[in-house]
């Protein structure tokens, strides 16, 4: 059986490279294309690649198409940290420990360079050849669902409405399942639609996911606080410093680390519920709860 | 048979009315859909739905269709010009008359509020009940090149190239077969499939919308020069201003106005091959041309 590490270590460069040559393909002036990429090969966990693989393994399906999808995720998640690293929103100077990209590459290119990612993953879904048309037309509503007003960029809106006011922990909630809940639980139901999962298998997957997105913000509220700038590659004890509504501020450390084990429990639970082994699936949960940076 | 005027009073009120239900009907944060809606409200001319509905009415098909993809490729525009108008971008004040929404809303919702209207119009068309599932894809491929790095983006990085170097008379055109030209293209071809028209009838009218992208553009140009500020609802004479490559400055006025000419009559030829009636299609090329605003 494949570990995760193994996993991780076969599939994270051929996502890298699936991801890259998917906007080297394209018709478009170089320099924006670099812009493109430049945020794109910034590294990261792959993690949304990775549980859109580590579903349609658990199925026992060929990757190829995972891959594809599994980019067009990540395209859409590198959009989202151009756009929010901008001056007007977080201002951040550096990502992963490289320079954000308007800091090398203009505001103005930054702006243009997510626009193209947030457009691109559409087309390049439209464009599988290997799926039906009913496929494609779930996966592109899916995904525009995950991304837009009604997923992440509406979690975006709440977050930034939280900076100026404390929120409430069901507020919290909404943020999280929208800004950070919303793509992963696409990353995971979309491996579902790959893999010709059924209703029921999809609904379980949701609930996996659901709990999953909720841990992986907790988790990272909890970085902020324990976590180094070095280990994270970007300013640590953020949150803190301007006082920001995260799950440590509403429920301290402690109780924060409690809600984080109970949502691990219920995302394991729920892949209990799937008749066949989900060995991969779990040590995807424990990788996200006990991961350093 | 419908004239251009009577066209237009009667559909401009349904395709803002749709378009402002699709924003309404969406499960988001108050504050981001009145952002998104502010600016659809801001009126402009709608001749991106004009051109989907002219086409549809050209093959005799009723327009429902038309208005929903109409609000998407209007969304797209509008998302366009939202992150256009930024600080960091042409940093205007003012668009169609009216404050811009960076001015009423702030940068970060107005660049979180482009970004989901870029979004929702591939989740609108993949909701589309009444279409096959391949026409969905054929016109979310479609769309996503024409408003991504592979079209209208791309031509609005070889924009900002222009401001700091004088373009050549084929760069300039490159730069609006994508920028302005790239929608419009949409716009036509993506009547021709809800309509169902032949490969033939499709390339006929790409040749035709071609023809009235660059007319656009050039009209365009030569309205910043002769338009006053106020007939426009943006500042005039901002081209000259800034010493940007447009077609007045590589050709002259004279030589802008006889290019446009060629490329008016060159559209109304591209018409003449389609074998039933296109006034209402040869109207709208004229209103293009002979616009003041």
Chains 1, 2 share one sequence.
């Not at 996911?209 to 280990?231: N, R, S, V």
């Not at 109780?255 to 991969?280: Q, R, V, W």
């Amino acid at each position: 059986m494949t570990t995760l590490k193994e996993f991780m270590t076969q599939e994270m460069p051929k996502i890298e490279a699936v991801m890259l040559r998917l906007v080297e393909d394209i018709q478009a002036p170089a320099m924006l294309k670099e812009a493109m990429s430049y945020s794109l090969k910034a590294g990261g966990k792959r993690v949304r690649p990775l549980f859109v693989l580590a579903v349609m393994d658990h199925f026992g399906k060929n990757h190829d198409n995972g891959y594809v999808v599994g980019a067009a995720v990540e395209m859409i998640h590198t959009y989202s940290l151009i756009h929010d690293d901008l001056p007007s929103m977080d201002n951040d100077d550096y990502r992963r420990g490289k320079l954000t990209n308007h800091k090398v590459y203009g505001e103005a290119y930054a702006t243009l360079a997510g626009d193209a990612l947030n457009t691109l993953p559409f087309g390049i879904i439209a464009r599988m050849n290997e799926l039906s048309a009913t496929q494609k037309v779930t996966l592109i509503e899916l995904l525009s669902v995950a991304a837009g007003a009604e997923g992440m960029v509406g979690g975006q809106v709440l977050d930034i409405d939280g900076e100026t006011r404390h929120l409430t922990l069901d507020e919290l909630v909404q943020v999280h399942v929208n800004k950070t809940g919303a793509i992963l639980r696409f990353s995971i139901e979309s491996g579902a639609v790959l893999a010709g999962a059924s209703d029921e298998e999809r609904a379980i997957l949701r609930d996996y996911a659901y709990h999953i997105g909720l841990a992986f913000q907790i988790k990272d509220d909890i970085l902020d606080i324990e976590g180094t700038t070095e280990e994270l590659g970007k300013t640590a004890g953020k949150d803190v410093a301007s006082d920001k509504s995260t799950y440590p501020a509403l429920l301290t450390l402690d109780g924060a680390k409690e809600k984080l084990d109970t949502h691990y429990k219920e995302a394991l639970a729920a892949l209990g519920k799937l008749p066949s082994d989900s060995t991969l699936l779990e040590e995807l949960a424990t990788y996200i709860v006990k991961r350093n940076k």
